[in-house]
């Protein structure tokens, strides 16, 4: 007989007959506890979960005892609880790899866009304000040749410096848990101190998982170092930044411009005071949000299932150490 799974996020119809092809799916809209109360038997029954953006708790897993895979179409996991899935034996699978050159486009939008005001100015023409050749209330600010910090040095960390060095000139520094060699010879990226990073870069750039450690790791401290005219960018995890903090500082003009991709509460609350700032883009968590990538990511997550179900896990999986 198939292994039974619960899919909580739609599929392309392609993947989800491959996925059919291997185990019976039941779909549910999503994993709230009136929901799995609906499909009591399904959940009961799953020995697979497949979906994202949802959280997998000790509660919802006490409601799958014969949970044996679990997997997310995302790089991210923290909204897995990891060593509940540990102590269940049950394997927590994710896409690292598919996603990376596209967050790192959105992470360069969000540089361009903030420094050269793209979003601000495309606003005042479509309010039809551009009536005469613009003046410099209407410029931004240079990006090439500037120095960029980034703040995680993964694959995504990776990627941007490749854009940065090679596409822009731009003086690359970093932080990180470990000295990366390859970004340092192939980008000439320079390891520094946290503290030296945000003040000496003009684009801080955060692309850092959200874990006990990175919880409001960037805070009132860290937006007063930074120079006045940096502009930050924050492409990881929203609660990695205190926003009432950001929002201070961007009151107060102590850093130029922010460009956020995540926020602490998603979707972003529509009294946000970052949306009323000119000097803010706010963009809706669209790091991986491409056609190509969403599709790729998606595959991705169907074979790592499939993999985990059948006993093959090779790549891919953040708690290998359960398959024993
Ligand atoms: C997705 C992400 O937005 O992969 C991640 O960790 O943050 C994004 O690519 C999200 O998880 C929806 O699939």
């Not at 805070?219 to 960018?233: D, L, P, T, Y």
């Not at 201070?248 to 529509?270: M, S």
Request: proline content about 5%; overall charge negative; some cysteine.
């Amino acid at each position: 007989m198939k292994p039974s799974i619960i899919l909580y996020k739609a599929l392309p119809d392609d993947l989800l007959h491959r996925l059919e092809e291997h185990v019976t799916v039941t779909q549910v809209p999503n994993l709230r506890p009136e929901t799995v109360e609906q499909y009591a038997q399904a959940f009961a029954n799953a020995e697979g979960l497949l979906g994202s953006s949802q959280t997998v708790d000790s509660a919802l897993l006490e409601k799958m005892p014969r949970l044996r895979a679990a997997s997310t179409i995302s790089v991210g996991y923290d909204n897995f609880d990891v060593e509940a899935l540990n102590a269940r034996n049950v394997l927590l699978m994710h896409t690292p790899t598919v996603l990376t050159e596209t967050v790192a486009d959105t992470i360069m939008a969000l540089v361009l866009a903030t420094a050269r005001r793209v979003v601000d100015v495309a606003e005042r023409v479509k309010a039809g304000q551009w009536t005469k050749s613009i003046g410099p209330d209407w410029f931004g600010t240079d990006v090439h040749h500037k120095t960029l910090g980034i703040v995680g040095m993964g694959r995504i960390g990776l990627a941007l410096a490749q854009r940065a060095h090679f596409g822009f000139s731009m003086p690359v520094l970093y932080n990180a848990r470990r000295r990366h060699p390859e970004a340092e010879e192939r980008f000439n990226a320079r390891y520094c101190d946290l503290d030296t990073l945000v003040q000496e870069a003009d684009f801080v750039c955060l692309i850092l998982p959200l874990t006990d450690e990175t919880h409001h790791l960037f805070g009132a401290e860290q937006f007063a170092h930074m120079k006045r005219s940096a502009i930050f960018i924050n492409a990881g995890r929203g609660p990695v930044v205190d926003e009432k903090a950001l929002v201070t500082a961007l009151q107060n003009g102590e850093i130029q411009a922010a460009g956020l991709d995540v926020f602490e509460q998603e979707p972003l609350p529509v009294d946000s005071p970052l949306l009323s700032m000119h000097n803010v883009v706010a963009v809706p968590h669209i790091g991986s949000a491409t056609h190509e990538t969403r599709y790729n990511m998606a595959a991705c997550a169907v074979d790592n299932l499939l993999d985990a179900l059948q006993g093959k896990v090779r790549k891919n999986c953040v708690n290998p150490q359960v398959a024993g």
